[in-house]
């Protein structure tokens, strides 16, 4: 297993973070004990996970996967020092999640508390906004004019992420947190976040998740230069855009038990037809140089300048294993070359 500094940080994380939104919907206590086993055996140590999960979101899943991970914590309590903890706060929109309100400081302060002692720990190692309280280009709004930037008041946003970081600056004065990251954001809020820690002497944000793969690479390149030079880590998630890469949803399949068959909260913004042909086209590429599908996509994932560790995720053991293999797969120059092709003709499929 190969290792990166995260950010400005002093953790060392793996290339591979082990994702666990399906846990506690998809997949039981049992199922997650033995991807936190497995993969802790194979040399991961960094586990991702949410208030919000499990998913697809809804009252009863809420906060279902931070217990599952806390049940295991309970019973390995060694371990503990070994897993570099990530959570993340919800944003505004979940009605049963604060009553659907907006990040502030004092949900900062409440929704800390609530995690850790679902998780059963004294600290999280990073602690993550899971989306901005303004409207991002992120979930399929990444098309020019879907909203307006300009609605948007700078000053007030500015104001409200002061706030913030004051409130997760408690939260690492009190021990309950060590390091502060971003989900589901730009260059503009990384930029501003970090200017406000450095303007206040507060925290600073040291990674950034986003939606990053084959079929959905917007961040590349002016959001991952903007990581490298300021210093925050970048973290793909779904990194086989829910799933699809895998090809088991082309030309209109629907597994039975896949992500798919639930309820989407923001629909299966994916499945366009452009979609479908590019992952046809990714799985003759996988084929033709002996990866799978999966492989092919992780592998691509882990290449790319300024990735510094990929969340995957996984509903059963074999499935992880076949993902973990990927990041011990690497691609050749052809291989490469083949990706490119299809990547330049389905740029932005979705």
Request: a negative charge.
């Amino acid at each position: 297993m190969e290792y990166s500094t995260l950010g400005s940080s002093n953790l060392s994380v793996s290339r591979i973070c082990l994702g666990s939104m399906t846990w506690g919907k998809q997949n039981t206590q049992e199922d997650a004990n033995q991807q936190i086993d497995y993969a802790l055996s194979q040399g991961i140590n960094f586990i991702d996970t949410a208030e919000m999960y499990a998913v697809p979101p809804s009252p009863d899943t809420y906060g279902k996967t931070e217990t599952i991970i806390g049940n295991w914590l309970a019973a390995n309590p060694e371990r503990r020092k070994d897993i570099i903890l990530a959570s993340k706060i919800a944003g505004p929109g979940l009605p049963w999640v604060r009553d659907g309100g907006a990040i502030t400081g004092e949900a900062v302060i409440a929704a800390v508390d609530a995690s850790l002692t679902r998780l059963q720990t004294d600290y999280i190692d990073l602690y993550q906004l899971h989306w901005p309280n303004r409207t991002s280009p992120h979930f399929g709004k990444h098309f020019p004019n879907q909203f307006k930037f300009s609605e948007f008041d700078a000053k007030k946003e500015e104001a409200d992420m002061l706030e913030i970081l004051q409130a997760l600056d408690t939260c690492v004065k009190a021990g309950k947190i060590h390091h502060i990251g971003l989900s589901d954001d730009t260059p503009w809020g990384i930029n501003t976040y970090l200017k406000l820690s450095e303007k206040y002497d507060l925290p600073r944000m040291v990674s950034i998740q986003n939606e990053f793969s084959l079929l959905h690479a917007k961040d590349w390149p002016y959001l991952i230069e903007n990581c490298i030079h300021e210093n925050v880590a970048y973290l793909p998630w779904s990194p086989l855009a829910g799933g699809m890469l895998s090809g088991k949803y082309l030309d209109g399949k629907m597994p039975e038990g896949s992500r798919w068959t639930f309820s989407q909260r923001n629909g299966i913004f994916r499945d366009t037809p452009a979609a479908n042909e590019a992952v046809r086209a990714y799985m003759n590429v996988a084929e033709k140089h002996g990866y799978t599908p999966c492989q092919l996509a992780l592998a691509w994932c882990d290449q790319v300048d300024g990735v510094t560790s990929t969340i995957i995720g996984a509903t059963s053991l074999e499935q992880l294993k076949e993902d973990i293999e990927a990041f011990s797969k690497p691609l050749s120059n052809e291989v490469i070359s083949d990706i490119n092709t299809v990547f330049r003709q389905y740029p932005m499929p979705f």
